[in-house]
């Protein structure tokens, strides 16, 4: 197979598209495309060569950065299989799941201690482990990407509301 700027992900880094993912593996491609692309290999070549060398360096960081990242690589499943995201439009989420999170924030307006900020990011971390071992069920054994796009909005409140407990931990910590 030949690849161009416009493979996908999956296919510059020799993978079969998938949520799970050897890490190990990954990474090693990456090195390896890396250094066969890396601009400084075309420094006495011609422009065209070297244009197109940063752009082929610049595409496998992309690449790689989006599948390094379990919710960037679910969102960009989703995507290659016709199921949006639209996150900024779609909020729809099932009501346990919203009262869980209108719980949480409460906790966390009330949170007074660094212990109970600590306990929520416990709390949230594993909310996030679950998330992503649903991720990879719905990703590579039911290949259902509507489904995994709700998911994927659901883990990204689940992101965003970790980040919002951390940055509370550091105002307490200073």
């Known amino acids: ?16 598209p998938s949520f799970e993912l050897d890490r190990a593996a990954l990474d090693t491609r990456w090195k390896t495309l890396q250094r066969e692309a890396h601009p400084d290999r075309f420094a006495t070549a011609n422009a065209l060569a070297q244009r197109q060398a940063m752009q082929w360096s610049v595409r ?6 989006r599948l390094k990242d379990p919710l960037k690589r679910a969102a960009y499943l989703c995507e290659l299989n016709g199921a949006r995201i639209d996150a900024e439009n779609n909020t729809a989420m099932p009501a346990t799941f919203l009262m869980q999170q209108m719980q949480w924030r409460e906790e966390l ?8 900020l600590e306990r929520m990011a416990e709390e949230v971390a594993a909310a996030r482990s679950d998330l992503l071992k649903q991720l990879r069920t719905t990703a590579d054994d039911r ?18 509301f970790a980040r919002d407990v951390e940055a509370r931990l550091d105002q307490l910590e200073q």
């Open 1 to 16: 197979m030949t690849l161009s700027l416009q493979s996908s992900d999956f296919e510059i880094f020799e993978l079969l």
């Open 60 to 65: 496998i960081n992309e690449a790689y950065q």
């Open 109 to 116: 307006d009330e949170a007074q201690s660094a212990a109970d």
């Open 143 to 160: 290949r259902d990407y509507v489904a995994l796009a709700q998911q994927v909005r659901a883990l990204m409140f689940v992101e965003r």
